[in-house]
């Protein structure tokens, strides 16, 4: 936990000064006290990872209002989503305005729509005003969020992070409270993939129920409208207005069936973790007892025609081959039908695209039209197959996404061992059509969200489902875990390192005067662990207390000369403070030990431009 300089908590990853521009050079002779305030406005800017919020925090690309439909007077019955309002994707279209599907050039070549997509009127007629469009990776494409022209949208569960895409301002809007839900279109998990990084609900839909008409198809045998929410009512209630109605009679007895593969696929920090999620999903009321089923051998052995596009493996190896073959072929039917949609505007236009977008817009225009028969059969098949596992009343409960997003204006790229992951989780319901609900965990490793799929057509039965069981849900979450730190500090863990785990929980809280408490109180049992100096440090430094934050980290330093971190936090208490050669002595420390520290070599530049 004790590992970065600044960001993201007293031990995340450190990307701190990593914006020169947001760094406050400030005269001698302004006055003290309008330095200090002006370098804590800087400072909170510059730990969010931007140089100034955006409007809106970046989630909109259009602003409008388009009020709701007239409500009846009584006795008529309120409409459902009175007083709500929502944001709808870049792609769908609103009468009056050119929709821009991600991308500038799209926007310049296409004229203003003539009619609103059908599913923001049916939205608008229950009452939900709809405040504008918002952000999306260009051409519906892309998952981490980021768009090359109109900007990455904050992602208020975790400002240093990407959001997710492809429908990024959609959930970015939701979370910021800036919407009450959001609608978007998922083809590949651009909702659900978004609102597991920024710790929403949201309902993929069965393929079909929800018209997609008015909405720009990227591949439209797999697109869907799928819709954010923060609330579990809301989501119901959103549901209640976009789905058919559901048969009569209510489905009481549900099974459960826990996919084994996908959990043991998951690559997280702490296993505690899954045990937790498990341990909930398990203790719910009014369930069979769940079963555990290794699903990509059970798509193996009941979809005959993805064989041909499963690698060699051995007897154990048949459930993973699947699970990528079947990634494979929802990625293969995805460029096919957005070469039929989309090939001749790309060629003709040429448009600036991100370089994350363009490599894939270029797999989809490039692609040759062999066994395309094949992929629609494997479609049909799949969701046959789950159709015959889950019946009415099955739930297939698995991971939404593979880990961790990437850090904001970051240069890297996600692993391609990343999405293929992310990829199996997300293909069972995108390529077999069912409905999915993605929710996400309370009180564990942040990013980390559950996905209950159930047959296709049984929407308002998952719905109805995850209505009654979320608050459930998320209280076994907390007792498993508060059981598990039990279980820990029963096999002698020392009482300080419990101390300094609950401040490094509070500092992801930001709660800043709780984690000092907590480090303070592991200090009194252990004043020996430089880590402990060091992260107290980091909440002294959220709150602007930056002489204790020094002292701490010269007493770091005291038991650990070769703490870089310590040098780091000092290095930045001493130079928002104008003691400009003192700090510089001290990145300069620190890239004496890692001399590639990015924080420190843009520091010790920054610092030098100062002193010229």
């Not at 020392?494 to 005067?513: H, I, P, Y």
């Not at 020094?550 to 930045?572: I, M």
Request: positive net charge; charged residues 20%.
């Amino acid at each position: 936990m004790a590992s970065s300089a600044q960001s993201g908590g007293a031990g995340g990853g450190g990307t701190i000064a990593s914006n020169p521009r947001v760094w406050i050079i400030a005269g001698i002779t302004v006055a003290g006290v309008i330095v200090l305030a002006e370098v804590a406005r800087r400072r909170r800017r510059w730990l969010r990872g931007i140089s100034g919020a955006p409007p809106d925090a970046g989630c909109f690309c259009d602003r409008f209002e388009l009020p709701p439909a007239p409500q009846a007077p009584p006795p008529a019955a309120r409409h459902v989503l009175s007083g709500l309002t929502f944001a709808a994707s870049d792609n769908f279209e609103i009468e009056g305005y050119v929709a821009g599907f991600g991308n500038p050039d799209w926007k310049r070549t296409h004229e203003a729509a003539r009619h609103t997509a059908v599913v923001v009127t049916m939205l608008r007629k229950q009452g939900a005003t709809c405040v504008g469009r918002t952000v999306m990776d260009e051409l519906g494409f892309g998952v981490t969020g980021e768009n090359l022209h109109c900007g990455t949208p904050i992602n208020s569960a975790s400002p240093s992070l990407t959001p997710g895409g492809s429908c990024s301002g959609s959930a970015a809007a939701v979370a910021a409270q800036l919407v009450d839900f959001a609608i978007g279109t998922d083809t590949i998990g651009d909702v659900r993939i978004p609102a597991s990084f920024c710790g929403l609900l949201c309902c993929r839909p069965s393929y079909g129920v929800v018209s997609t008409l008015g909405a720009i198809a990227n591949s439209e045998s797999l697109d869907t409208i799928g819709w954010f929410a923060r609330d579990p009512c809301v989501l119901h209630r959103v549901g209640e207005v976009l789905l058919p109605s559901a048969a009569a009679g209510l489905k009481q007895t549900r099974q459960i069936f826990f996919a084994d593969d996908c959990f043991q696929l998951l690559k997280i920090s702490n296993q505690k973790t899954m045990r937790a999620i498990k341990n909930a999903v398990e203790t719910l009321p009014g369930y069979q007892p769940p079963k555990h089923i290794n699903i990509g051998q059970y798509i193996y052995s009941n979809v005959p025609s993805l064989k041909e596009f499963c690698e060699p493996a051995t007897k154990l190896q048949e459930g993973m081959s699947a699970l990528k073959a079947l990634s494979t072929v929802m990625l293969l039917l995805q460029r096919y039908e957005f070469k039929a949609n989309h090939e001749e505007w790309v060629n003709t236009v040429k448009p600036k695209l991100g370089l994350d977008i363009s490599t894939r817009v270029l797999q989809a225009v490039n692609f040759a039209n062999d066994n395309i028969k094949s992929l629609y059969a494997i479609r049909n098949e799949l969701r046959t197959a789950l159709k015959n596992l889950l019946k009415d009343t099955g739930i297939l409960v698995l991971p939404t996404t593979a880990g961790y997003p990437l850090k904001r204006n970051s240069k890297e790229r996600l692993s391609s061992g990343f999405e293929d992951r992310m990829y199996k989780f997300v293909g069972i319901a995108a390529l077999s059509g069912c409905c999915e609900v993605t929710i996400p965990m309370a009180n564990l490793d942040h990013h980390v969200s559950l996905s209950f799929v159930a047959a296709h057509g049984s929407d308002k039965f998952l719905l109805r489902t995850i209505l009654d069981t979320y608050t459930v849900i998320q209280d076994q979450v907390v007792l498993s875990t508060k059981l598990i730190t039990a279980t820990v500090a029963n096999v002698d863990v020392d009482s300080s390192e419990l101390l300094k785990e609950k401040g490094n929980s509070a500092f992801k809280r930001k709660q800043w005067s709780k984690a000092i408490e907590y480090y303070s109180e592991a200090i009194s049992l252990s004043n020996t662990n430089a880590t402990y100096y060091c992260n107290r440090a980091a909440a002294y430094l959220e709150l602007g207390l930056f002489k204790q934050a020094e002292a701490d980290c010269d007493s770091a330093l005291l038991l650990d000369r070769k703490n870089v971190k310590a040098y780091l936090r000092r290095g930045f208490a001493k130079e928002v403070t104008l003691n400009y050669k003192e700090a510089l002595q001290d990145f300069r420390h620190a890239l004496a030990l890692e001399p590639q520290n990015k924080t420190a070599l843009a520091a010790e530049k920054r610092l030098q431009k100062l002193l010229k």
